[in-house]
């Protein structure tokens, strides 16, 4: 679309140099800009900084002529500008007139991904994945957004996938060692962890996963060395902290394992793991309360994420339909 809009400026200016009219008799009434000048003057004052006249001229081209290629840049300034939530609003209003469109799918995939919305971005990227089934880079992404949200079932069949069409790439098979350990399949994801670090040895996400991976194995001292070495480069990495806790509790050193699963919830919120492991620690500490405390927030951690699972599989964005097209 974007070679489109380009060659329509172009040929729109070579015309407008060919064929001038007649300037309009004094106090008549200016013409109303058209669709590409619109564009262009937006685009001429977002290369000039006025940001706020470009996002004006975009927005007017997108409300009066239901423009696609006038709401991809009103949702790029939107951007960058920070402001995801107009920048998602702009795209799906794109999608709802572009439902084929590549680009429209593909900028509204980015720009979920970076404010940490799964749902959105998986729905966009799920279309992206049927559209475009031979293009690896849209199943890494679906399976990183559907990881994000808690589905390891589809991400890994995702990231499978991503891994066939473009094989040996390291964060590919990272994410898949991810996935793999949601699932409880430490073996595999131990297997394609490896694999990962073998293209790239200094991958911290993918050290810490390993070093889960061989703890839920029983590989104790190897976990442990792996999760060290990723606490190393990144002090604050949530799966090593996890990792360490594990390891403890096996030692029945209880208070160190405390100490470390502490660390691991406060680094990821979000994630049910180091409640589950705090909830046994508190238990062989005698700590009832704490204890059923650290149950009930796994519980609830649990119920919510399956919660946002329901909620993308119930496909909550729409699907592209026959005939749509870019504009």
Known sequence: MTAVLLFALLAGSTLSSQTRQ???PP?????????????ADGSAALAAGRRADAKRLFKEAADRFHSVAALLQLARVQSGDGDAPGALDSLQKARALAPNSEEVLSALAQVALAARLPGPAAGALEALTRMCPEVGQYQYLLGVSLMSAGDAVRAT????AADR?????????????????????????????????????????????????????????????????ALDA???????????GMVRLQESRYDEARDALVKAAASDPQSPKADYQLSLVYARLG????????????RRKLAEMNDRVKAIRA?????????????
């Open 22 to 24: 007649a300037p309009a």
């Open 27 to 39: 106090g008549a009434a200016r013409p109303a800009p058209s669709q590409t000048a619109l564009i």
């Open 157 to 160: 069949e995702a990231l499978q």
């Open 165 to 229: 069409l473009e094989p040996g790439r390291s964060l590919t098979l990272a994410a898949l060692g991810l996935a793999l350990n949601s699932r409880k399949q430490f073996a595999d994801a131990k297997a394609a962890l490896t694999r990962s670090l073998e293209l790239d040895a200094d991958r911290v996400e993918a050290i810490a996963a390993l070093a889960e991976s061989e703890a839920s194995l029983g590989d104790l001292k190897a976990a442990e060395s792996h999760a060290r070495r």
């Open 234 to 244: 990144a002090p604050a990495d949530a799966t090593a902290h996890l990792v360490i």
């Open 287 to 298: 700590d009832t309360a704490n204890a059923e405390r650290s149950l009930e927030s796994y």
């Open 315 to 327: 496909g909550a964005l729409p699907r592209e339909v026959k005939g749509g097209g870019n504009r």
